[in-house]
């Protein structure tokens, strides 16, 4: 009697599991030595973290061994932390219907494709409050049967580490290409530089072009000095006025 109230027990333990597959090897009614394969595998990330007012996307695929149709169905629901209440935040079927009341109103949009296997949706504005437990649930019939995994959300506030990190990047990717412009022009200035040092100790002489641009420019400083010595002049017969 004991052994087959065990052997009962294993039984529903084993038809109330969520894996993909199993064997039974306990002689459970019918299915002795039977290999049931769940006919819906859904997948979704177990830890997703996030910040405060950034978008974030909770992503959930599903494989199912039928065709979709439009009896295709998903549903996501949220838990709280520390807390065993259970809201619906989205529901699918044929068309997106997302909540429309609770924390989370207005702020879930459908991003998945069901012809892919995809069942994710996401959250705008997140908020501290938004932490805790997200379910994904997808039936597809006949394919009904399924694991229904669950996500841990984690919003924080970005840090000041973060925040320069990302300030960091952003004077990286402006700057650098001034800085390289730099380097070049100072390495072909090195180079003219050296190549003029190189022209006057070869005994180099200077083209008839290259000595008018020098004297011009002796002519010009000679100007420059003299309106200088000029002003200086007047500034110095209006100071012993003023006495």
């Keep these: 009697m004991k052994a087959f109230r065990a052997r009962n027990s294993v039984c529903q333990v084993m038809e109330g599991t969520t894996s993909l597959a199993w064997q039974s090897q306990s002689g459970c ?41 439009d009896k295709l169905t998903i549903d996501w629901t949220y838990r709280p932390p520390s807390s065993s209440r259970t809201e619906s935040i989205f529901h699918y079927q044929s068309f997106q219907y997302p909540t429309t009341a609770g924390t989370f109103r207005d702020r879930i949009s459908w991003v998945g494709d069901v012809y892919r296997g995809d069942a994710s949706i996401s959250i705008s504005n997140p908020t501290l409050k938004d932490n805790g437990t997200f379910s994904c649930a997808v039936k597809n019939p006949p394919d009904v049967h399924h694991n229904i995994p669950v996500t841990e959300l984690t919003v924080t506030e970005r840090g000041f580490g973060t925040m320069l990190s990302s300030v960091a990047l952003l004077s990286v990717l402006v700057f650098l290409p001034s800085a390289v412009v730099v380097v070049l022009l100072l390495l072909r200035m090195a180079r003219k530089s050296a190549g003029l040092k190189k022209r006057s100790k070869s005994g180099y002489k200077k083209s008839s072009i290259e000595v008018s641009d020098d004297t011009d420019q002796e002519e010009g400083d000679d100007c420059v000095a ?6 200086a002049e007047c500034l110095d017969s209006d100071y012993e006025e003023t006495y």
């Design 29 to 69: 009614g019918r299915n002795r030595g039977v290999h049931i394969v769940l006919s819906l595998e859904i997948k979704a990330d177990a830890h997703v973290r996030g910040y405060v007012g950034e978008k974030i996307k909770l992503k959930c695929t599903f494989k199912s061994t039928s065709s979709v149709t």
């Design 226 to 231: 003299r309106l200088c010595v000029r002003c």
